[in-house]
Each structure stands twice: as C-alpha cells, then as structure tokens.
C-alpha cells in the first residue's frame, strides 16, 4: 500500500492537533477524561502513520542454507566492492598463476596455453564485485573481444577467472562440501563458464559444472558437465529442463575421500562416480575455480574439432558477456 499526498496531509494534521492538545495537558486545562480520550486519540494517529507508510523493500535473500551433518568452514557473499581475502583474480590453482609458458605471460595476466581449446586471455579487469539479481553481494565476470598486443598469439577474448588461494579446500577430516549460487550467461555461442577444481600439481581435475557442452538435440544452455579426470576420464553431461541462463541455481559437490563425488543441481543428485583402485579419489588441496573459458573457433587449430563436442566461438558470438556469481560456501563434516 502507498501513502497518497492526501493521506499525508491528513496525519500531519492529526499530529498539528495532537500537538497543540498536548500542550493544554501541560497547562493542566483538561479533565482526567479528556486526557485519556487524548491519549487514545494519539495513539491511533501514530499507528495509523506507520501503518500507511510501510517498509516496502524485500528481506535481502538468505544465505546458502548448510547441508545436514556439516558446518561451514567459510562462505563468501562478496559483499563490498573488492574481493575478499579468499580469491585471486587470475587463473591460478594452489596459487600457481598459469601464464602460457611459451609467452611467460606478465602480470596480471593468465591463461590456458595456446594453441588449444581455450582463447580466452584472463584479466582482473573483467571482474566486477558488487550485488547481483536480488543478492546484496556478488561478482560478475565478463568476456569481450580483445585486439590488444597477445591477440596474434591466439588470444581473441579478455575474460574474468577467480582461484580459491590460499583457501584450499581442506584434506583433513574426510571430506568436503561446497555450493555456489551461479547465474550462467548463454553460452551456446562459445562462451565457456565454468565452476571447477584443480590442485597445484593439476592431478585428478574435478570439474563441477561445465557449460556449452552439446549433447544431442538438448538445448545446451540446460546442460551441466561434470568431469573427473582420474583413472580415465569420467564425464556426464545432465539435462536441467531449465534455461541455466534465466535465473540462479545452486551447484553443490559432496567428496568423501577414499570414497565417492557426488555432484548436486538445486540439492538434487545428477552426477555420482564412486572410488576405485584406478581412481582412488584422494583428498587433494584444491583451488576453487570460477572461470570463464572461450572456445576456440572451427578451424583455427587443426587438432581440434569443438562443434562435435562443444558450441564453438565465431565472429558473430556476441560481445561482451556476462555470468554472476552471488556467493560460494565451503563446509566440513
């Protein structure tokens, strides 16, 4: 309900009249019941002022809510406007920023190195900390086009990454659980957002939730990937039903050492590879990794084919593209 011009008039003048009573109270001009009607009469002009004018902003959203039998290690809402102590703002897994040896990238540049599937040069400029949708806080990180000086090394995109440093994931305790509330960006044209993990030595990659992989005729903006390179490469690519680019979900992992990954979409199951003498699933000091891939166009490198397994970049891919991040949360048993 809104407060009309009228309506506020109308308690201004309540509260005018109540005013001057008051003072004829202080001057002692009125009966013991006119004092009480006077009372009452306050009290009502004053409820009926807040009642008319109420508080319209919505209740900020609550936190991730902590899986049964875990408690949180750390959470991260990015509240403020710079990251927070947990974060690096490049491609970096156990603090090692990857800087394509064949160029020795500088500071603060990263990337994947080229030639391979991924074109994507990573900045820190391409990351925004600020509130996204309805959340108070969040990060988006962005890809666009890039001309600049490494472009004729292959690098055709300027994209935002984040790695988890020094906040390892733990390898005590038997295990972890992490959840992030991410809100994709299309990316059926090449772009490539991805919500990871690696350790320094980059064994045993897990990949929670890849985007842009093609799977039949499903539509690749409701598809997940989730990845273990361990004992061969154990891949699924999940149908959602729901456009990833429309609003937030949350990404769950569950891993007990020695034992079983579980992948989670919305606290729903999708993706589950138990332990085995091949791929023995062992606690490793991981980086989280919120990175923004783009996958290089058909032709530009003979060695790979991405419109058989992944929407492939091009000239028409739009730019500049955007997906957010509102909070990330790690938990122990």
Same mark, same amino acid.
């Given at each position: 309900m809104t407060t009309t011009p009228e309506e506020i008039a109308a308690i201004q003048a309540d509260a005018n009249t109540t005013l001057v009573q008051a003072n004829a109270l202080v001057a002692g001009s009125v009966t013991a019941a006119q004092r009480a009607a006077l009372v009452t009469v306050s009290c009502n002009t004053y409820t009926a002022a807040y009642d008319i004018v109420p508080d319209t902003d919505p209740p900020p959203p609550a936190g991730l809510p902590v899986p049964p039998g875990y408690s949180v290690l750390w959470d991260d809402q990015f509240t403020g406007t710079t990251l927070s102590a947990h974060w690096l703002a490049e491609l970096a897994p156990g603090g090692n920023r990857w800087d394509d040896p064949p160029l020795n990238l500088p500071p603060p540049y990263s990337a994947n190195t080229y030639p391979g599937y991924d074109v994507a040069l990573r900045n820190p400029s391409q990351i925004k900390v600020g509130p996204v949708g309805t959340y108070p806080g969040g990060v988006t990180l962005t890809a666009e086009r890039y001309s600049g000086p490494y472009a004729p090394h292959?690098?055709?995109? =300027?994209?935002? @990454? =984040?790695?988890?440093?020094?906040?390892?994931?733990?390898? %005590?305790?038997?295990? &972890?659980?992490?959840?992030?509330?991410?809100?994709?960006?299309?990316?059926?044209?090449?772009? &490539?957002?991805?919500?990871? =993990?690696?350790?320094?030595?980059? %064994?045993?990659?897990?990949?929670?939730?890849g985007t842009g992989f093609i799977s039949g005729t499903s539509q690749v903006n409701t598809m997940g990937t989730s990845d273990l390179f361990s004992g061969g490469q154990q891949q699924k690519t999940w149908a959602t039903g729901i456009d990833l680019t429309a609003d937030f979900h949350v990404y769950g992992c569950r891993m007990t050492f020695g034992q079983s990954i579980i992948v989670?979409?919305?606290?729903?199951?999708?993706?589950?590879? %138990?332990?085995?003498?091949?791929?023995?699933?062992?606690?490793?000091?991981?980086?989280? =990794?919120?990175?923004?891939?783009?996958?290089?166009?058909?032709?530009?490198?003979?060695?790979?084919?991405?419109?058989? &397994?992944?929407?492939?970049? @091009?000239?028409?891919?739009?730019?500049?593209?955007?997906?957010?991040?509102?909070?990330?949360?790690?938990?122990?048993?």
């Open positions: 292959g690098y055709g995109w =300027l994209t935002g @990454s =984040l790695s988890s440093y020094p906040s390892l994931l733990p390898t %005590t305790g038997g295990g &972890w659980y992490i959840q992030a509330r991410i809100k994709f960006c299309d990316t059926s044209t090449g772009i &490539w957002p991805a919500f990871w =993990l690696l350790p320094k030595d980059s %064994t045993q990659e897990f990949d929670i939730c989670e979409f919305d606290g729903n199951p999708v993706y589950q590879v %138990t332990a085995s003498s091949s791929r023995p699933i062992a606690a490793k000091p991981y980086s989280i =990794l919120l990175d923004t891939q783009v996958m290089i166009p058909v032709g530009q490198n003979p060695n790979y084919n991405p419109k058989v &397994w992944h929407a492939a970049s @091009s000239a028409s891919t739009p730019s500049p593209v955007s997906w957010e991040v509102a909070e990330v949360q790690v938990c122990v048993p």
